[in-house]
C-alpha cells in the first residue's frame, strides 16, 4: 500500500521567516496531494491541494510543489505569522479517493 | 451552512465493549470516510459509506471497524470488541464525489477522542 512520510515532525521559526515541509510517497499512481492545517482541538482544514498534472500552485503565502519523479511534494509557507502555528498533515490520494495521512508536523511560529 | 458534525466529542468505552460513533455530513455529500488519526503516526481511512440516488451502499468493513449509513447525512462508524490500541482520534470526512470519481476535496469533521480503559 501506500507510504507517506513527512518531515520534520516539529519545526518553529521566527515570524517573518519561511517554513518548508516536505512529504515523500511511494505509489506512482497517486494524482492528488493536499496540504491541511490542524489547530489545537480542531478539525482539519485544506489549505491547499495540487494535482498531478501541475507542478507547482500558489495562494498568497502558501505554495505547494510537487515532483512526480522523485515522488515528493512540499508545502511552502513564506513571511510566517503567528497564527500560522499549528500542525499541517500532507496527503496523498488517488483514483479511490481513499487518503493516507503523513504524521504531521507541529509548526511553531514565535513572535 | 453548517459543515460537518461529529458526536460525542469524547467516548470512554471499557476493553471489549463495542462503541459507535456518529457524523453528520453536509447535506448533498455523497462519501463519508472514517480516519483514525493518532498522535505522531499518520491517518489513513478505515473505511467509509457511500450513498447514491438509487440506494445506500454498505462501506466495507474493515476487521472489527465498518461503517453504516442510517440516513443520507449521517454515518456511524462502529468498531467491535475494542481494544487499548483503539485508543485515538476518529475523524470522519465527507466529499461530494462518489469514491470511484476519484480524489476530490474531503471535509472533515471536529474528531472523537475514544479513549479504551
Known amino acids: 500500500g501506500e507510504n507517506v512520510e513527512q518531515h520534520p515532525s516539529t519545526l518553529s521559526v521566527q515570524e517573518g521567516d519561511s517554513a518548508v515541509i516536505k512529504c515523500t510517497y511511494s505509489?506512482?499512481?497517486?494524482?492528488?496531494f493536499p496540504w491541511y492545517k490542524q489547530e489545537l482541538g480542531k478539525r482539519p482544514q485544506l489549505i491547499i491541494d495540487?494535482?498531478?498534472?501541475?507542478g507547482e500552485k500558489k495562494d498568497q503565502r502558501i505554495a505547494v510543489t510537487l515532483n512526480k519523479t522523485a515522488k515528493h511534494f512540499s508545502l511552502h509557507i513564506t513571511e510566517t505569522q503567528p497564527e500560522d502555528s499549528a500542525v499541517y498533515f500532507c496527503?496523498?490520494?488517488?483514483?479511490?479517493?481513499?487518503?493516507?495521512f503523513g504524521a504531521g508536523t507541529r509548526l511553531t511560529v514565535k513572535p | 451552512g453548517a459543515g460537518v458534525s461529529q458526536s460525542p466529542r469524547y467516548k470512554v468505552a471499557k476493553r471489549g465493549r463495542d462503541v459507535a460513533l456518529r457524523c453528520d455530513s453536509i447535506?448533498?455529500?455523497?462519501?463519508l470516510y472514517w480516519y483514525r488519526q493518532t498522535l505522531g503516526q499518520g491517518s489513513e481511512v478505515l473505511t467509509y459509506?457511500?450513498?447514491?440516488?438509487?440506494?445506500?451502499k454498505s462501506g466495507r468493513p474493515s476487521g472489527r471497524f465498518s461503517a453504516e449509513r442510517p440516513e443520507r447525512s449521517v454515518s456511524t462508524l462502529k468498531i467491535q470488541r475494542t481494544e487499548q490500541g483503539d485508543s485515538a482520534v476518529y475523524l470522519c470526512?465527507?466529499?461530494?464525489?462518489?469514491?470511484?470519481?476519484?480524489?476530490?476535496?474531503?471535509?472533515f469533521g471536529p474528531g472523537t477522542r475514544l479513549t479504551v480503559t
Open positions: 470526512a465527507s466529499s461530494l464525489v462518489s469514491r470511484d470519481r476519484g480524489p476530490y476535496e474531503q471535509y
Open positions: 505509489d506512482s499512481a497517486s494524482n492528488y
Open positions: 495540487i494535482r498531478s498534472n501541475v
Open positions: 496527503a496523498v490520494s488517488k483514483g479511490n479517493n481513499d487518503m493516507r
Open positions: 447535506s448533498g455529500h455523497v462519501t
Open positions: 459509506s457511500q450513498s447514491d440516488a438509487q440506494r445506500d
